[in-house]
């Protein structure tokens, strides 16, 4: 059975950080692309970065272009969500997503809230 558990989100002034990571089992992680995506309330999932099942490629919305940055590490099954430069329209709950793209299983998700 995947599962991804989300951790590290929380309330942050605009131009804060947070470190996102999600923990994976169930599944050959060292050997899956991976993805963040997000969802605002009333909005439908967004995806905002992926990562190649060997970590070198990466893929970045252009609305966290710059800001943000993904990373994994296959041994521990860990992925990870650099987040800085926090704004408020960055407010939504974070998922990551196995896959690349917004459509795999996701984990039950962290609410970052960015305060203006």
């Known amino acids: 059975e995947v599962q991804l558990v989300e951790s590290g989100g929380g309330l942050v002034h605009s131009g804060g950080s947070l470190r996102l990571s999600c923990a994976a089992s169930g599944f050959s992680f060292g050997s899956s692309d991976m993805s963040w995506v997000r969802q605002a309330p009333g909005e439908g999932p967004e995806w905002i970065s992926g990562?190649?099942?060997?970590?070198?490629?990466?893929y970045y919305d252009d609305s966290v272009k710059g800001r943000f940055a993904v990373s994994r590490d296959n041994a521990k099954k860990l992925l990870y969500l650099q987040m800085n430069s926090l704004r408020p329209d960055d407010t939504a709950v974070y998922y990551c997503a196995r896959g690349w793209g917004p459509y795999g299983s996701r984990g039950q998700g962290t609410q970052v809230t960015v305060s203006s």
């Open positions: 990562i190649r099942s060997g970590g070198v490629v990466t």
